[in-house]
Every structure is written in structure tokens, then in C-alpha cells.
């Protein structure tokens, strides 16, 4: 009864939940989460920060980072020992807008370039830069435009020099 009168309230006897629901146990250290919980609160603090001062920059004109409020903050009522998030105001999304312009497009599969069949891993490469399926891997199948004939002959000229043996003066 005198607490009622104080206005005062008894700390909880056991363990408190996580305020995000996740069923592990938080503490007032980290604002009544778990850790996980509050890591992960933490990092999309950062994050929002380093992208809110990269779109005032990009706005702005400058290169220079620039501090900003947080997007996320929490003010705890310390008679209460309860967590009242505030609102996250949406960020705009040229964000993403970056992120896809960075990622390279997603290739096609691997396909034969005589009949279009899909030949994935087990495709053969030709000399002529292209990609073949089992039937059309050799040259004659595919009419392949590489010179064989002059590449054979480059490769064996490179291999056997020609060897001349110095003339000797004649008695």
C-alpha cells in the first residue's frame, strides 16, 4: 500500500521478456531486449544514419559526412523502466535505387549456340569464343569459323625451331 501512495512501483521479481516478443530474456541495460535484439536495433541505427548523411550529401552537393539525428530513438521512462519507441520516418527509395544500379544482371543459362539446347556445367567451349552441347562440340558439326590448319602449323614451327649449323672454312 505505501507504494500506491509514492507513486513507486516494486521491480519485477523475475526475469523480463524481450520487448520485441522473440522469447529470450531482455534487461534493463539494453533497453528490456535481448541481445540479439538489441544489436540488431543498433546496426539499423548506423545504417540510417550512414544513409540519411550520404542523401543530405548527395542533396547538398558536398562530400563532406555530416552528423544527423537518429531515424530510431527510444526514450525510456526511467520510473516506468518501460521502452517507448518512437515513429521511423520512411527513407527514400533511390536507396535501392543505387544497390540495383551496383549488382551486375543476373546472366542467362548456358546455352549451345547451334540448337539453343541448355548445356549448363557441361558445356563445351570452342576455340572459336563459343559454347557447345555434346552433339555440335566439334568443329565439323558447327562449322566453326577458327583456322585449325594455320594454328597447328604456328604451334609446330614454335616447338621445332630450325637449326642451321654454322659453315665451316674448307681446307
Do not use: W
Not at 521491480?11 to 531486449?33: D, H, K, Q, R
Not at 544482371?105 to 563445351?124: A, D, Q
Request: with cysteine; aromatic share 4%.
Amino acid at each position: 500500500m505505501e507504494h500506491d501512495e509514492t507513486g513507486c512501483q516494486a521491480p519485477p521479481e523475475g526475469p523480463i521478456l524481450c520487448v520485441n516478443n522473440c522469447g529470450f530474456f531482455g534487461s534493463p541495460a539494453t533497453m528490456n531486449m535481448c541481445s540479439k535484439c538489441h544489436k540488431d536495433m543498433l546496426l539499423k541505427q548506423e545504417q540510417a544514419k550512414l544513409a540519411a548523411s550520404s542523401i543530405a550529401a548527395a542533396e547538398n552537393g558536398s562530400s563532406s559526412t555530416t552528423a544527423s539525428e537518429p531515424v530510431f530513438a527510444a526514450s525510456v521512462d526511467t520510473q516506468l523502466n518501460t521502452v517507448e519507441p518512437k515513429p521511423i520516418p520512411k527513407q527514400p527509395a533511390c536507396d535501392s535505387v543505387t544497390v540495383a544500379a551496383v549488382e551486375k544482371p543476373k546472366e542467362g543459362p548456358t546455352r549451345c549456340s547451334s540448337c539453343n539446347k541448355r548445356v549448363g556445367l557441361t558445356g563445351f567451349s570452342c576455340r572459336c569464343g563459343n559454347i557447345f552441347c555434346g552433339t555440335h562440340r566439334y568443329s565439323d558439326k558447327h562449322d566453326c569459323p577458327f583456322d585449325y590448319r594455320s594454328a597447328g602449323r604456328n604451334a609446330i614451327a614454335k616447338a621445332n625451331p630450325l637449326i642451321k649449323a654454322e659453315k665451316l672454312d674448307k681446307i
